[in-house]
């Protein structure tokens, strides 16, 4: 796990005046460690084995609390959970309905499409908060064989 990462991270919130107690750090190193997307349940997990006694409200007010303090983020990949990432990191998710691959692509490549529909119909897509739903090339393949 990168140290420094999480070093980073608990410097922003010491400056923000967030109280790092042990638990937000596991939750803060749960998350870098992840290296990508993990579920509440995931992370609850990750801090549970080294502090029994916390309670998965705890876990979950920390969440809120990075993502308001827009370290953390959440993304709805098709029918699952939320899983949370690091915001520094900007990216979209494509999901395959049928294996749930997740496909990374950068956020520039929906822009485009973000900035016709705000030209045209006046209206801000948030291109982040789901993913996007459909087939990978794997699953397709099948497809069509079918
Ligand atoms: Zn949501
Ligand atoms: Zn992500
Ligand atoms: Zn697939």
């Given amino acids: 796990m990168s140290q420094g990462k999480v070093q980073k991270i608990v410097q922003i919130l010491r400056e923000r005046g967030v109280r790092i107690t042990p638990s937000r750090r596991t939750v803060v190193e749960a998350i870098v460690s992840a290296n990508g997307h993990v579920t509440a349940d995931e992370i609850s997990e990750a801090v549970e084995s080294k502090f029994p006694e916390i309670h ?25 959970k939320a899983v949370y990432h690091l915001k520094n990191e900007m990216h979209r998710h494509l999901v395959c309905e049928k294996c749930s691959m997740v496909i990374e692509i950068s956020e520039d490549v929906l822009a485009p499409l ?24 794997n699953c397709s393949k099948e497809f069509e064989n079918h």
Wanted: hydrophobic share 40%; net charge negative; aromatic share 8%.
């Fill in 114 to 137: 973000l900035n016709e529909v705000k030209e045209k119909w006046h209206f801000t897509l948030k291109g982040d908060h789901f993913a996007l739903l459909g087939l990978c090339e």
């Fill in 56 to 80: 998965l409200s705890t876990v979950y007010r920390t969440l809120d609390m990075l993502e308001d303090s827009g370290i953390v983020d959440h993304v709805h990949l098709g029918h699952g």
